[in-house]
């Protein structure tokens, strides 16, 4: 287990380079607040301190575990949470970003988490709602609209 600690830092530690000297064209600060740099640098540090932490940890370790991989229905779960973020981001374009939302959390609520129809749809329609009302209303930001204009 630590070797697997070991190489997941490093591939924290690769990705936060990537995402702090990928965005160093951006400004990190403009005249209101913050700006687009911000978030990623931000996140760059603390996955770069947490997989210095996982490292630190790795190295102390006196004892070595095997890792628990998950079972077949534990693999089945996770396919389909990766299939189903790979189908949300196809369809961001075409059905728009809410659209796109609400069924993800409907394929997520009710495809891999198996809850109750009613509960789910009310589910998806407050996020929906959540993320209309912050981001575009609040905040203006332009979420992408798909063909339908939503």
Known sequence: MKRYDIIT????????AVAAFGTQGLDFWDDFGPSTRFMPIWVAVVTAILALLL???AVRRTTDTQPEWPDRSGLVRV??????IVIFIALVPSLGFLTATALFAL???LGVERKPVLPSLLTAAITAGLIQGVFVWW????????????
């Open 9 to 16: 830092a490093l591939v924290m530690l690769f990705l936060a």
């Open 55 to 57: 490292i630190v940890d």
């Open 79 to 84: 396919s389909l949470v990766f299939s189903a």
């Open 107 to 109: 394929a997520m609520l």
């Open 139 to 150: 905040l203006s930001i332009p979420l992408p609209k798909g063909m339908v204009g939503i």
